[in-house]
């Protein structure tokens, strides 16, 4: 049983090769792939024999590959394929933990955009900016090194910062040195 | 991991501190969400899109804007030709302002389907960016999964 294809506008379902809808007449263009028909794989992991080796995490079930990071015996049930090697859920969500595949994220900070805010929209209310540019030096720096976004990898929102910063303090600076002169 | 390398897809949506834009990576396809501090990512693998459903669905609200600001142009001609600059100025700024809004206004709805679910890919709102986008992805894919027969 293959999957409904529907119209984007009024949910009628289309045929694959429909140019019109039938529900609404807009003009509609439909592209359908060889996994529309493809039937989806559940894995079934059959039930471990007496003497053969049962699944880690379901020890009823029959292992059939070890997990290529921690050795586990999977059952078809546990085992990922993740780019091409046999991993065990743990190992995929102990690695996203910590880090390591930082390129499937679902989300990222950008560091830099919030560095950036800190030194500019102060501007606006100028006297906490005595305040923010600290503040916005210091996520410069901590965060400089930090994964920012997947598909954009500049940093120029943090140079642009910095160089509001040090504008902002040398204005201070200058402030407090041009009243203390007058004292 | 190695970073992924991703080439950016015609299409654009934006919304107020929110914006969509899709990327093509050498296996997937990544729709990114862009707010003020976070990008938020959504990875449609080649091997698994069933089906991309793109439908025109022209909107009454373009034409509106599009009378609206040729009528301000027109009378930022007017005003400009009778010497009122202030008048005429305003005028054109509101015109080139409808008018790039009535170029922003979404005229098809692109949906995506997977095995799990069916998904409005929101940046794909112009036709003219979905049909170029569509043909870049239509390649990929069938070079992923083959041809419908």
């Not at chain 1, 560095?115 to 006297?127: G, H, I, K, Q, R």
């Not at chain 1, 204005?171 to 203390?180: G, I």
């Amino acid at each position: 049983m293959t999957a409904t294809l529907a119209c984007a506008h009024c949910q009628t379902p289309v045929e694959s090769v429909a140019s019109i809808c039938p529900g609404c007449r807009s003009p509609i263009q439909v592209m359908a792939f060889p996994a529309w028909l493809a039937r989806p794989e559940i894995g079934i992991a059959a039930p471990a024999m007496e003497g053969e080796a049962g699944c880690f995490y379901h020890p009823s079930k029959q292992a059939v590959v070890p997990c290529d990071q921690c050795g586990r015996f999977l059952c078809a049930l546990c085992q990922v394929d993740f780019f091409g090697e046999n991993w065990c859920p743990s190992c995929i969500e102990i690695s996203r933990r910590k880090g390591r595949l930082s390129g499937l994220d679902a989300v990222r900070t950008l560091y830099g955009n919030a560095a950036l805010s800190l030194a500019v929209l102060p501007l606006l209310f100028w006297p906490i900016t005595f305040m923010t540019a600290p503040m916005s030096l210091y996520v410069t720096f901590r965060y400089w090194s930090a994964p920012s976004s997947l598909v954009r990898r500049n940093r120029w929102q943090f140079y642009a910062a910095i160089l509001f910063d040090v504008v902002e303090l040398g204005a201070w600076f200058w402030l407090l040195a041009f009243l203390v002169s007058r004292l | 991991m190695t970073p992924v390398a991703y080439r950016r897809l015609p299409g654009l949506a934006v919304a107020p501190f929110r914006r969509q834009t899709l990327w093509m990576g050498p296996d997937h396809v990544l729709s990114v969400r862009t707010l003020p501090f976070s990008e938020h990512y959504r990875r449609y693998y080649f091997s698994d899109i069933q089906a991309i459903v793109l439908t025109e669905s022209g909107s009454p609200m373009a034409y509106y804007l599009y009378a609206s600001a040729v009528f301000l142009l027109l009378m930022f001609l007017l005003l400009g030709y009778t010497w009122h600059p202030v008048w005429a100025t305003l005028c054109g700024i509101a015109g080139a302002v409808l008018l790039t809004l009535g170029l922003r206004v979404p005229n098809c709805a692109c949906y995506l389907q997977t095995a799990t679910g069916v998904v409005r890919l929101p940046s794909l709102g112009r036709l003219r960016a979905a049909r170029k986008t569509l043909a870049i992805l239509k390649a990929a894919i069938e070079a992923s999964q083959g041809r419908l027969t």
